[in-house]
């Protein structure tokens, strides 16, 4: 079939995005040969990270009494410290909590914002500034994040959810294959050759050579600093004894946050998004959050009224995976409209977006038999996130409550910034703004809804979610780390689950493939079996075979005492719950 001028372009352009991309699955790919594993059930509760130590940190808290909220702080803690390329205290994110007594929930918006002295055209004529050094640096939220839900929900000391994590940082852990890869790629880069990285090196080449997997690692700066939020609370950061020297550091390496910037921060905690998707809804973070984004998709495609029998066979499969790209097409055009909604009015389009109606309208504009060109599934200028070190994680406890949460420091060891005397690795989270005039390295264009402006956050990716029946029973809790693919990656891991009816291990495991318009190229794994890439090929969806680019991590609970929880094998990760009672 031959290929369409645009088309043609369209791969030259995924070539930056499917490079980038290529890294990233050096970190987190995963076989075609290795073996799914069988699920198993837990009766009580379950925690899915993407670090084994941190879901059985997380599953002892639950053990220990402790509330969903608890348990999710304490692996986000943990994750910081182990998984300290993808997420840590420096970077900010996304909860949304689930209270089965009230079935009410609730959404915790920590993302970082963009500091006062920050303007549109900052990184204009030098963009590398936006993602590394002190400018990149967004006024971290994560800690009065982490503090604000533990404050509503949470029931065991605020001191105890640290422990674990202290001793950790103080006895060493093991270096990962995804760590590992991590500091081999960036001491390539030339930051860890300047003095911004100087921080950085000091903790991954500590005898000036790269640390291997299995080498300890130990990050003794980080133990001191979170055993003062610890013993002095979350404002000790903001507004106490750690803040003058989080202020020197950002601004040592060149950056623009100021003490005022820290004091003034705030947690935003709304109403989650809530969607109707066939018996279970459906909640999420609104934006900037990719949350609805994630509620479109499967809103769009409910009215197929998938089965097991839609991927059935080969014919089957195509077709079906033929609707979910266009449905993520029409889907990343409407993220295009989206941004921080207190500077921007974005109501009407929020509204759009769950409106069932509108929803199979656009299901409607779906060809069995074709694709199209970018302009007919509407848009603005699409600019798309690059956060692919990010860290998602789930919790189910024993009395029913839930929590999804994601958290990122955006980029691989974020800014490259790590102060000696804390420990905080900072985010480049400014990098998430578009830019004037600027495409980023997928080929993806500036959004004007997303120029920064202070006091402003950045659009995600990130859509941690959950599903809950008629009866108010949980049934799916689900989030991926992955930059742009991370909505695709959660919206196809619950389809493979909740109507393929694929075991959560399969559901998970399934080879991936993402499309976000822009450029007009579906983007699948390594191990995607090349007839499906053939028969889409036939309905005009060009493939380009790129790593594996999100982790998923997913709680399912199938009825009540049987709980699945499964960590992507794509990050080597393991889920942990407990009394197990199903082989």
Same mark, same amino acid.
């Given at each position: 079939?031959?290929?369409?001028?645009?088309?043609?372009?369209?791969?030259? +352009?995924? /070539?930056?995005?499917?490079?980038?991309?290529?890294?990233?699955?050096?970190?987190?790919?995963?076989?075609?040969?290795?073996?799914?594993?069988?699920?198993?059930?837990?009766?009580?509760?379950? #925690?899915?990270?993407?670090?084994?130590?941190?879901?059985?940190?997380?599953?002892?808290?639950? +053990?220990?009494?402790?509330?969903?909220?608890?348990?999710?702080?304490?692996?986000?803690?943990?994750?910081?410290?182990?998984?300290?390329?993808?997420? *840590?205290?420096?970077?900010?994110?996304?909860?949304?909590?689930?209270?089965?007594?009230?079935?009410? =929930?609730?959404?915790?918006?920590?993302?970082?914002?963009?500091?006062?002295?920050?303007?549109?055209?900052?990184?204009?004529?030098?963009?590398?500034?936006?993602? &590394?050094?002190?400018?990149?640096?967004?006024?971290?939220?994560?800690?009065?994040?982490?503090?604000?839900?533990?404050?509503?929900?949470?029931?065991?000391?605020?001191?105890?959810?640290?422990?674990?994590?202290?001793?950790?940082?103080?006895?060493?852990?093991?270096?990962?294959?995804?760590?590992?890869?991590?500091?081999?790629?960036?001491?390539?880069?030339?930051?860890?050759?300047?003095?911004?990285?100087?921080?950085?090196?000091?903790? &991954?080449?500590?005898?000036?050579?790269?640390?291997?997997?299995?080498?300890?690692?130990?990050?003794?700066?980080?133990?001191? !600093?979170?055993? +003062?939020? =610890?013993?002095?609370?979350?404002?000790?950061?903001?507004?106490?004894?750690?803040?003058?020297?989080?202020?020197?550091?950002?601004?040592?390496?060149?950056?623009?946050?100021?003490?005022?910037?820290?004091?003034?921060?705030? #947690?935003?905690?709304?109403?989650?998004?809530?969607?109707?998707? *066939?018996?279970?809804?459906?909640?999420?973070?609104?934006?900037?959050?990719? *949350? +609805?984004?994630?509620?479109?998709?499967?809103?769009?495609?409910?009215?197929?009224? /998938?089965?097991?029998?839609?991927?059935?066979?080969?014919?089957?499969?195509?077709?079906?995976?033929?609707?979910?790209?266009?449905?993520?097409?029409?889907?990343?055009?409407?993220?295009?409209?989206?941004?921080?909604?207190?500077?921007?009015?974005?109501?009407?389009?929020?509204?759009?977006?769950?409106?069932?109606?509108?929803?199979?309208?656009?299901?409607?504009?779906?060809?069995?038999?074709?694709?199209? &060109?970018?302009?007919?599934?509407?848009?603005?200028?699409?600019?798309?996130?690059?956060?692919?070190?990010?860290?998602?994680?789930?919790?189910?406890?024993?009395?029913?409550?839930?929590?999804?949460?994601?958290?990122?420091?955006?980029?691989?060891?974020?800014?490259?910034?790590?102060?000696?005397?804390?420990?905080?690795?900072?985010?480049?989270?400014?990098?998430? /703004?578009?830019?004037?005039?600027?495409?980023?390295?997928?080929?993806?264009?500036?959004?004007?809804?997303?120029?920064?402006?202070?006091?402003?956050?950045?659009?995600?990716?990130?859509?941690?979610?959950?599903?809950?029946?008629?009866?108010?029973?949980?049934? /799916?809790?689900?989030?991926?780390?992955?930059?742009?693919?991370?909505?695709?990656?959660?919206?196809? #891991?619950?389809?493979?689950?909740?109507?393929?009816?694929?075991?959560?291990?399969?559901?998970?495991? !399934?080879?991936?493939?993402?499309?976000?318009?822009?450029?007009?190229?579906?983007?699948?794994?390594?191990?995607?079996?090349?007839? &499906?890439?053939?028969?889409?090929?036939?309905?005009?969806?060009?493939?380009?075979?790129?790593?594996?680019?999100?982790?998923?991590?997913?709680?399912?609970?199938?009825?009540?005492?049987?709980?699945?929880?499964?960590?992507?094998?794509?990050?080597?990760?393991?889920? =942990?719950?407990?009394?197990?009672?199903?082989?």
């Amino acid at each position: 079939m031959a290929l369409s001028q645009s088309t043609r372009i369209a791969f030259l +352009i995924v /070539f930056a995005g499917a490079l980038v991309a290529g890294i990233i699955g050096l970190i987190i790919a995963v076989t075609g040969s290795a073996r799914t594993p069988p699920p198993k059930y837990f009766s009580e509760g379950a #925690v899915a990270a993407d670090s084994p130590y941190c879901s059985v940190v997380g599953r002892n808290m639950l +053990i220990k009494g402790g509330t969903a909220v608890d348990a999710a702080i304490a692996t986000m803690i943990c994750s910081g410290t182990v998984n300290l390329h993808s997420t *840590g205290i420096g970077g900010g994110g996304f909860l949304v909590v689930y209270t089965k007594k009230t079935k009410m =929930a609730k959404a915790y918006n920590f993302r970082e914002t963009a500091p006062a002295m920050a303007s549109e055209n900052m990184f204009v004529g030098d963009n590398s500034k936006s993602s &590394l050094g002190g400018l990149s640096v967004g006024i971290p939220g994560e800690v009065r994040g982490m503090h604000a839900a533990w404050k509503m929900h949470g029931k065991l000391p605020w001191k105890a959810l640290f422990e674990p994590s202290i001793r950790l940082a103080e006895d060493g852990f093991k270096v990962s294959t995804p760590i590992s890869a991590a500091i081999n790629i960036s001491s390539t880069q030339k930051a860890m050759q300047q003095d911004v990285g100087k921080g950085l090196k000091e903790l &991954l080449q500590p005898n000036g050579t790269n640390l291997q997997i299995g080498d300890t690692m130990r990050r003794p700066a980080l133990a001191r !600093t979170l055993r +003062i939020i =610890a013993n002095e609370g979350a404002e000790a950061f903001y507004t106490g004894s750690l803040a003058p020297k989080i202020v020197n550091d950002i601004r040592s390496a060149g950056g623009i946050i100021t003490a005022a910037d820290l004091a003034n921060y705030k #947690v935003s905690v709304t109403d989650p998004i809530k969607l109707k998707i *066939g018996n279970l809804t459906m909640y999420s973070l609104p934006p900037p959050s990719s *949350g +609805i984004v994630l509620g479109q998709i499967l809103s769009i495609l409910e009215g197929y009224k /998938f089965t097991n029998a839609s991927v059935a066979n080969e014919e089957a499969t195509v077709l079906t995976y033929h609707r979910i790209i266009e449905a993520f097409k029409f889907a990343y055009s409407s993220r295009s409209y989206l941004g921080d909604p207190k500077f921007i009015d974005i109501k009407s389009k929020i509204a759009e977006m769950l409106n069932p109606t509108f929803n199979a309208n656009l299901r409607r504009k779906i060809n069995d038999n074709r694709s199209f &060109l970018p302009s007919y599934y509407g848009g603005n200028f699409l600019s798309a996130t690059k956060n692919a070190g990010t860290s998602h994680m789930s919790v189910l406890a024993p009395n029913g409550d839930a929590v999804s949460v994601t958290s990122t420091v955006n980029l691989y060891f974020g800014s490259k910034v790590r102060s000696s005397t804390t420990g905080i690795i900072y985010n480049n989270e400014m990098d998430d /703004f578009s830019t004037p005039g600027l495409v980023n390295a997928f080929g993806l264009r500036p959004s004007p809804a997303n120029f920064i402006k202070p006091g402003k956050r950045p659009l995600s990716s990130m859509s941690p979610s959950i599903f809950v029946d008629n009866m108010g029973m949980v049934k /799916f809790i689900s989030g991926a780390s992955g930059g742009s693919r991370i909505t695709t990656a959660t919206a196809l #891991v619950t389809m493979n689950h909740l109507w393929f009816h694929k075991a959560l291990p399969e559901a998970t495991k !399934t080879p991936r493939f993402h499309n976000q318009v822009y450029p007009n190229v579906t983007l699948v794994e390594r191990d995607f079996p090349q007839n &499906l890439i053939d028969g889409l090929a036939k309905r005009g969806n060009a493939c380009a075979k790129s790593g594996s680019g999100a982790v998923v991590q997913s709680i399912s609970q199938l009825k009540a005492m049987m709980i699945s929880a499964f960590s992507d094998l794509r990050k080597h990760s393991k889920a =942990a719950g407990f009394f197990p009672s199903y082989p």
